[in-house]
């Protein structure tokens, strides 16, 4: 039993940095991996960025690959979704996720949190 919940989303402009954040409930937070996935409107959930639980290894999704960096602080519970030069085409619902294996696939994955909107202007 494990509760996500996300926050900095919201309306940028291109070119612009957004920092997301998904803070984490109980005590077993440094075993999990943890990935943030996206979801445009008509379009399916994809996978963004994973975390080790180590922090050690990091994987991005060829898109944002020097743009996004994703980060934990397992002291605060927390990890973070450093976004940098936002293009419209990252235009998203941003979802936070937690699973015990690295996976890219959305259906390993069994804790959620509900979501923050990140929308890029042209």
């Known amino acids: 039993q494990v509760q996500l919940v996300e926050s900095g989303g919201g309306l940028a402009q291109a070119g612009d940095s957004l920092k997301l954040s998904c803070a984490a409930s109980?005590?077993?937070?440094?075993?999990?991996?943890m990935t943030w996935f996206r979801q445009a409107s008509g379009n399916e959930r994809e996978f963004v960025a994973s975390i080790s639980q180590r922090g050690q290894t990091t994987r991005y999704e060829d898109s944002v690959k020097g743009r996004f960096t994703i980060s934990r602080d397992n002291a605060k519970n927390t990890v973070y979704l450093q976004m940098n030069s936002l293009k419209p085409e990252d235009t998203a619902v941003y979802y936070c996720?937690?699973?015990?294996?690295?996976?890219?696939?959305?259906?390993?994955?069994?804790?959620w949190g509900q979501g923050t909107q990140v929308t890029v202007s042209s």
């Open positions: 996720a937690a699973a015990l294996v690295l996976t890219t696939t959305p259906n390993r994955y069994d804790y």
């Open positions: 109980g005590r077993t937070f440094s075993t999990y991996v």
